[in-house]
């Protein structure tokens, strides 16, 4: 996580974000930027008035320099104006500049705000080509001791896995691997656990805990297991357009995001 990228619209959630961007980046001296897309309908923002505009850009600057003074003594930090949607510049900007990680704010509350507020988010979540960490609340990074990661235990996920590891890795921390037992993909108890260790050789997984669970859901066993387990981060994928079976439906990664108070990190294998 040496190349961190934090959207932002000056809200609090996305100034939760930065803050566990910070948190992040000085774990390994890494780089933090900030970007705000100004979205204008068409994109042709050069018909729009240049007095209005230029309000646009003098309130960014303003904001910047706000968020710039909070991140203390953090050098390695840069701000962006772009104009732009959100899913667009994200897509872009972290594929002309290579960074390791996108964090995004996400307010966790009713659906109806969720769908104003957090929308960006989801649809970054859904189609980021890089991880993305979603933040109610910024949590330091020391504190990150264990990993919840719900999976169907598919023996065919190499890239995924291979960055859930360097997850794990970075933080230290202990996998919590867990698989949720749903009526329509029953196993007995002594076949999820043959499964569950067939996974970690498979992987060569270290440092972690095996975790059984019986749910009518998914997305309802990975949420009661977070809420009920000293669980500091999930880890989770969704196979946005790829239609990977092994990873979750984009439905359920959104779920988990609205739902829960730590932090999510979401891989897209497209």
Do not use: C
């Not at 994200?90 to 957090?118: N, W």
């Not at 970054?124 to 979603?134: F, I, Q």
């Not at 230290?172 to 067939?198: Q, R, V």
């Amino acid at each position: 996580m040496k190349r961190i990228l934090v959207p932002t619209d000056f809200s609090e959630p996305s100034m939760e974000a930065f803050k566990m961007a910070l948190n992040l980046a000085a774990v390994n001296h890494g780089e933090v930027v900030v970007f705000h897309a100004i979205y204008i309908p068409g994109g042709a923002h050069l018909s729009y008035d240049p007095l209005l505009l230029a309000e646009f850009e003098k309130d960014t600057e303003k904001e910047f320099k706000k968020m710039k003074k909070s991140a203390g003594g953090f050098a390695r930090v840069n701000f962006e104006m772009v104009y732009d949607d959100v899913l667009s510049a994200v897509k872009r900007i972290t594929e002309k500049k290579k960074f390791d990680l996108v964090v995004m704010g996400t307010t966790g509350i009713s659906r109806i705000q969720e769908m104003i507020i957090g929308s960006n988010t989801e649809k970054v979540v859904r189609h980021s080509t890089v991880p993305v960490l979603a933040v109610h609340k910024a949590v330091e990074a020391d504190t990150i001791k264990n990993i919840l990661f719900p999976s169907d235990l598919s023996l065919k996920q190499t890239k995924f896995i291979h960055k859930v590891k360097e997850l794990q890795e970075f933080f230290g921390a202990t996998l919590n691997i867990l698989l949720i037992n749903t009526p329509a993909l029953f196993k007995s108890d002594a076949e999820a656990s043959s499964a569950l260790e067939e996974f970690v050789k498979h992987y060569k997984i270290k440092n972690y805990a095996l975790h059984f669970r019986n749910y009518r859901s998914e997305e309802k066993g990975i949420i009661d297991f977070t809420n009920n387990e000293p669980m500091d981060m999930v880890a989770i994928g969704t196979h946005a357009r790829s239609g990977l079976s092994h990873l979750f439906h984009k439905s359920i990664t959104e779920g988990v995001i609205d739902q829960i108070t730590r932090p999510v990190w979401t891989y897209a294998a497209l």
